[in-house]
Structure formats: structure tokens, C-alpha cells
């Protein structure tokens, strides 16, 4: 059948690996490679460049994997509206989650949602905010948990106000306040987070015309913790990051408080049964009796 070597296809470029893409789809390397080998030989193209490292698309596999793609993602929702039909509780869910989110929800969420539900599975890419548009964007993940900016046209559920905080070495003078002012950072070597959620801090200091002397830049939230920790200077950071993380440093609130806004997205209305439980019952599960802040 066609669609099995396109899926096959598909999961060695996801996986940049044939071993990788066998294991996924639960078959041997030798038979994803034969499926590739027969769609190269129908079209008269070669898809993949094959090394020891893995494997990588040529430029008819770039010009040919937004239609495999396309095909591929039609026929999950095809399967979705059929086995809604059916009143089936089954299949894969296939997540793209911020690592703040990994460490901190899904050993939670994976635990409860898989006692509730046996039959249904994950499968879960970890990468910041714009990989995550781009997944849900190419119909490689059925659901993200990210942060804006997204494109107007998914569907964007806020589930949580992640408050940022600032960090600092202890026995830091900052440690003496409750809530520190924006202002107050300005008086200290600041590193700071290059990730899309950090332009609120960067507009908080521009709008107060506050010069701030930025010391580090990184996208690295757990190489500014051990920077910080060592008096390199001090950071911002979202609440749940730090709440994942083991390193040992001294917190407190920004005056005003600043938050970044967790959405669970999704490209359309889900068709997938599992994929509609999830989206339904993910968000009760993890803030049962929780009530999202007025901030927002």
C-alpha cells in the first residue's frame, strides 16, 4: 500500500534516521528502506541522501514532503472521523512541548491521562516556541504547549500564567526585597534570555527608558541558572523553568508582576478522538481546582 512508504518516508525525515523510523512504525530498518527504495524507483527521483550519520532530504525530497506530508495528515483525520464513528478511545497523540513543560507537566500528565485512558499513546518532540509553530504549522504534532506569537489561524486555549522572576546568587542584595522593580535591574550585570516570551521584559525596560547593562545573551535558560549561581550576574526566568530545575538560586517577583502565557494549540479542530480527549481533559487534570490569575 502507498501511504505505509509514505509514512515511512515521512518518519526517517522526522527522524533523521532509518533505524529510528523503523522502531517508530515497528517494522525493520531493511523494510523502511525498501518502502523509500520503491517510491525512488516509481518516480525516478532518489528522496534521501543515505550516510552513517542518517539521512537527510535531497532536493526532490524538499520539493515532495509538503504533499507527502499533506497525504499523510489527511489520512489521521480521515482515521479520526472514522474511529469517532466508532466511539473508539484509542490511538496516538502526538505532542510539541517547551522543555519548562516536559520537565515540570508531562510525567504528570502522561501518568494520569495513560491510567484514565490505556489504549492511547504519545509520541513527544521537545523544542522552543518557533519549532513548535512549525510542527503544528506541518501537521507534525497534533497539540503544542507554547507561547505566542502563533499563527492567527490555530486554535489557542490559555492554560496557564507562567510568572517570570527574577534570580540571583544568594546572599544577593536583591535578597532583602519582597518584589523587586523593574528599575532595580538596571543597577546589576543582567543575562538575558533571548526566547520570544523575553520580549515583555525587553519592553518593560524600553518603556521605562531603562538602560540596562546585558552582560549574556542566550537562548540557554539552564546555562543562565549556573551563571547566575557562580555571581556572574543576575536573569529573568519563568516560574515553571525554575520550578524544573535543581540548581540552587534566590527568587522574587517583579513590581509589577509579569507573566508569559502558556496556550495548548492546535493547527484545526481535531478530528481524533484521543487527540479531543486530550485537549478536553489534559488542562483538568494538571490544574484541578486551580484558577488561571486575573493577569490574564
Known sequence: MTLIKYRAFLMAVETGSLTSAAKRLSCTQSAVSRMIADLEAFWNVTL??????????????????????S??????????VVEEMAGVKQGVIRL????AVANAWLPTV????????????????????????DWIEDGRVDVGLTVPPFAGSFNARLI??????????HGHPLEALEKIPVTDLTHYSFLLHEQSWCREIQDAFDEMHQNVM????????????RCVQQGVGISVLPELFLRSEAVEVGSR???????????????????SPAVKEFVLTMPKLLFAGQKLTQAQ
Open 110 to 133: 502522561l501518568k494520569q491521562f495513560g491510567e484514565r485512558f490505556r489504549q492511547m499513546t504519545f509520541e513527544v518532540s521537545v523544542g522552543n516556541s518557533q519549532a513548535i509553530n
Open 48 to 69: 534521501l541522501n543515505r550516510k552513517k550519520s542518517g539521512v537527510t532530504l535531497t532536493t526532490a525530497g524538499w520539493a515532495l514532503l509538503p504533499y507527502i506530508r
Open 214 to 225: 546585558v552582560r549574556f545573551k542566550t537562548v540557554g535558560g539552564s546555562a543562565i541558572l
Open 96 to 99: 510539541g512541548v517547551m522543555p
Open 160 to 169: 496557564h500564567m507562567d510568572e517570570l522572576r527574577v534570580i540571583f546568587p
Open 253 to 271: 517577583p517583579l513590581d509589577p508582576p509579569i507573566w508569559r502565557r502558556i496556550y495548548l494549540v492546535t493547527k484545526d479542530i481535531p478530528t
Open 71 to 80: 497525504v499523510c495528515n489527511e489520512e489521521r483525520r480521515l482515521e479520526g
